[in-house]
Each structure stands twice: as C-alpha cells, then as structure tokens.
C-alpha cells in the first residue's frame, strides 16, 4: 500500500512540474508558427531581439507581474507582400485555436495592423503583427494580466497615473 501511496506521488509531481513547462512551450508554438510561415511564404528571415528574457524580467517586474512572455521578431524589407490581405490570411491560419481576430486596421498607403486574442486563465494573450509602407513587419506575442487590462480600458490614465495597473482595485463588467 505504501508503495501504492508513493507511485501516485510521483506522477502526481511529475505531473505538476512536467505540465506547466508543456503548456508554456506551447503558448510560444503560436508565434513561432506565425514567424515561419512568414519566413516561408515571403523567403525572409525574421530578426529575433536580443536579450529578451531580460526585457521581460524588466517588463514584468515594472508591471508588477501584468506582463510576461513577451516575444518580438522583426522583419525588414519584406516587399514580397504585394497583398496584405493575404498576410492577414497568413497569420490568421497560421495561429492555433483559441485565437480570435481583434482588430484589423488597414490604411490607403498599404500599412496593416493586425491583433489577434487568446483568453488564458487569469491572463489574455496578444498576437500583434504590423505591417507599414516600407515594408517592414513586426510581430509581436505578449500576455497581459486581464484583471489589469480591464482596469486599463476602464481608466487609462489613472492607471498610468499611479503606475499600479489598477492590481487593487474592482473594475465593473
């Protein structure tokens, strides 16, 4: 029986330390889904930032824990896209499930913005990818804390005012 006891502690820690590091590769498998299929369809390569572990440390702790898994890459003269509906295809398809469209925006000049959204828990997440005239485009995954991302849109200026994000407080649905 004791060995019973202890096999079932095993997995069960196995579990518990083998299932968040999964689910946190995962969370990255979108952006890094987006980036190829990019650097595939429009034969570029896209410049990943330096030192980003850092700039999300720093991130993180000036946000007191409301932004995290921040990742960045960065493509420079991709004028292959002659389309930019297609690149909004390209990244729509190129997301796994759960992500919704959020806000597309496209100018007269060829500029497109995208963002798309994945609620997680107690966090959403943010897929942006920005595509200007000179043929550059950014695409950027970041998780936000939702609690203080709806205080954000409740009162951003209070919130940037007191530099809290509003951790305190309750904000109306």
């Not at 570029?44 to 991130?59: I, K, S, T, W, Y």
């Not at 005239?133 to 991302?149: M, P, Q, S, T």
Request: with cysteine; proline share 3%.
């Amino acid at each position: 029986m004791a060995s019973l006891v202890a096999g079932v502690a095993l997995v069960v820690v196995t579990a518990a330390v083998v299932l968040p590091m999964t689910v946190r590769a995962a969370s990255g498998h979108d952006f890094d889904a987006v980036v190829f299929a990019v650097e595939q369809r429009y034969d570029a390569h896209a410049e990943r930032l330096p030192m980003m572990g850092f700039v999300n440390f720093c991130a993180w702790v000036a946000t007191g824990g409301g932004v995290k898994g921040m990742k960045i890459a960065e493509f420079d003269h991709l004028n292959k896209v002659s389309d930019t509906g297609e690149l909004e295809r390209l990244v729509g398809d190129s997301l796994g499930g759960g992500w919704e469209r959020f806000v597309v925006e496209r100018e007269r000049n060829g500029e497109v913005n995208i963002i798309y959204v994945q609620p997680n828990g107690s966090a959403m997440r943010m897929l942006i990818a920005d595509y200007d005239e000179h043929g550059e485009l950014d695409v950027v995954r970041i998780e936000v804390n939702a609690n203080r991302l709806k205080h954000w849109i409740h009162d951003p200026e209070g919130s940037a005012r007191r530099h809290d994000y509003g951790a305190n407080e309750k904000v109306p649905d």
